[in-house]
């Protein structure tokens, strides 16, 4: 049992790759990628260095392209930067994809400075657009909320809102090593 809010990110990303042991999850650059680097990294871990704004974009693609279940965990200021991504999910709605946004409130990554976030309720916005979203802030809400979005047959979001972490682990710093691990995994072709 954890009803500590704001939620721990490691704690939910474990829970989350518990619930979902073989997905494909793409993460976004910085904390989100290093914290499941830190818990697990695993071959179809797809991690963003360096490309912000664009992680629920390549997980929209990746959902239409496979079918296996596609985890997006994105970030709060990141998903702000690409509100737009969040109608084009709606509008293909892969029942395969799952949006993930911790919402520490901050540039976590780049040292805290905070985010729009603070004001802007991104789930809402994805409810605006006709998606299925929730807004959960510990890890027993952020599990079953994730599970039944996983389980849903339409794309879902799943904001939930964490302690900003500072972690010491990084994934791998080869980008080709990565993509090359990725596609073996998931079975795809060049
Ligand atoms: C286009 C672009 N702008 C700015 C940056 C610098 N940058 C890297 S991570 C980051 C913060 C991301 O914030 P958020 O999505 O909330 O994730 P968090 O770090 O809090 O986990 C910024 C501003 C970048 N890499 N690319
Ligand atoms: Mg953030």
Request: zero cysteines; hydrophobic letters at 25%.
């Given at each position: 049992m954890s009803t500590d809010s704001p939620a721990d990110q490691y704690e939910c990303t474990a829970r989350l790759l518990s619930v979902t042991p073989d997905a494909a999850i793409v993460s976004n650059l910085g904390v989100a990628s290093y914290v499941l680097a830190g818990v697990e990294d695993r071959p179809r871990n797809f991690y963003l260095w360096?490309?912000?704004?664009v992680t629920t974009p390549v997980g929209l693609g990746l959902a239409l392209a496979l079918d296996d279940p596609v985890t997006v965990l994105d970030g709060d200021g990141s998903m702000v930067m690409s509100l737009g991504a969040l109608a084009t999910v709606a509008d293909q709605n892969p029942p395969n994809l799952t949006v993930v946004v911790w919402d520490n409130g901050q540039y976590g990554t780049t040292g805290g400075q905070p985010s729009a976030s603070r004001t802007v309720d991104i789930a809402a916005v994805a409810r605006d657009v006709g998606l299925d979203a929730t807004h959960v802030t510990t890890a027993d809400d952020f599990e079953a909320a994730y599970a039944a979005a996983v389980d849903a047959d339409h794309a879902s979001v799943v904001v939930c809102e964490v302690e900003p972490a500072d972690p010491d682990e990084r994934p791998p710093f080869d980008f080709a090593h990565i993509k090359r691990r990725f596609r073996d995994a998931v079975g795809a072709t060049e």
């Open positions: 360096g490309s912000m704004g």
